[in-house]
């Protein structure tokens, strides 16, 4: 990594500000620090010790963790690690609030330029990710439409994407209602398709980063240990209060919140619909798929990094600290 030396063991240090610096002093280009991963993967913790190491802040991707209140189903940073270490784009909106993933790209992408710490981005959603590091262009959205889409069954969505683009399985999650409701927006605000839209050459691909930003990303999966690991934090989140948070914010959750994994399971035992033995199984079986689809879609992405994996986070530390001087 140009610029930087090891000071002492373990770190990495300025060679003249005594402190991580977010830009090259060669090129003046943004360097970026991600750990990314599926859900219950252990980045955060990684992140954590990055950024006690190089005097970092933290600049969550995470699509859910931007709610207030929202605390313990999505596995916020505590009081106590956010007074350790700063956090960003945690904490945007009230529950009850729409909050796309355009919007976060407008919190996001020019403050995460100006950063005078090193920016260490952390958390599961690709997306979101890319929303902040690269110039991805979000077609627009109308209330009114989405409104009108919600209305409907999630079988009565689907449908209508599959008679209007047969082949829209190819590009979006027809099991996430979110997805389909989502293109059949900008379908009918557009007149694309899913297909032709991935079709388009306009469309900014994977591979095509900003040139402002030198990205050095960090891959974490726990592979055959995952479903293990989201149970037992699963049972944890129990543990700590989560049907309660959910029972107290239940009057407040918006769509999107009320869809967040985790909460909508404890929602149908808040209101009666299931058991919590049912709401428990269903909720861990969401968050298996749901790290599934996110353990796909930053597999596609070229620029991240997959280390061994390892269960301790110091060593997993480590190991990107290695990386990260031999650059």
């Known amino acids: 990594m140009r610029g930087f030396r090891s000071s002492r063991r373990g770190a990495l240090r300025n060679d003249h500000l005594g402190r991580s610096a977010p830009f090259d002093g060669c090129t003046r280009l943004l360097r970026v620090i991600a750990i990314l991963g599926p859900t219950a993967s252990g980045k955060s913790a990684v992140a954590m010790r990055l950024a006690e190491t190089l005097d970092g802040h933290i600049w969550s991707v995470d699509s859910m963790q931007v709610y207030r209140h929202m605390d313990i189903g999505t596995a916020k940073p505590t009081t106590t690690e956010r007074e350790r270490i700063t956090h960003h784009l945690i904490d945007l909106v009230e529950p009850e609030d729409r909050y796309s993933v355009a919007d976060f790209q407008r919190s996001g992408a020019a403050a995460l330029r100006q950063a005078a710490s090193q920016p260490i981005i952390c958390g599961g959603s690709g997306l979101h990710f890319r929303a902040l590091i690269d110039p991805l262009d979000f077609p627009p959205t109308s209330p009114a439409v989405r409104e009108e889409l919600e209305a409907l069954s999630s079988v009565e969505v689907t449908r209508r994407l599959l008679d209007l683009d047969s082949t829209a399985d190819q590009h979006v999650d ?140 110091n060593v997993l530390t480590e190991r990107v600290l290695e990386m990260l001087r031999t650059e």
């Open 174 to 313: 027809l099991a996430n209602p979110r997805r389909v409701i989502r293109a059949l927006e900008i379908a009918t605000l557009t007149g694309a398709t899913p297909s032709e839209r991935a079709a388009d050459p306009r469309t900014v691909a994977v591979r095509e980063f900003r040139s402002d930003v030198e990205v050095h990303a960090f891959g974490i999966d726990p592979g055959k240990h995952l479903s293990e690991r989201i149970t037992r934090r699963f049972d944890a989140m129990l543990s700590a209060g989560l049907v309660d948070e959910v029972r107290r914010l239940a009057p407040r959750l918006g769509v999107t919140a009320a869809r967040a994994v985790g909460y909508r399971e404890m929602l149908a035992v808040v209101n009666g619909d299931h058991s919590m033995a049912e709401g428990r199984k269903a909720a861990i079986q969401a968050t298996v798929h749901l790290a599934k689809r996110q353990r796909t879609y930053f597999r596609k992405d070229p620029r991240i990094r997959w280390l061994p994996w390892h269960d301790d986070p």
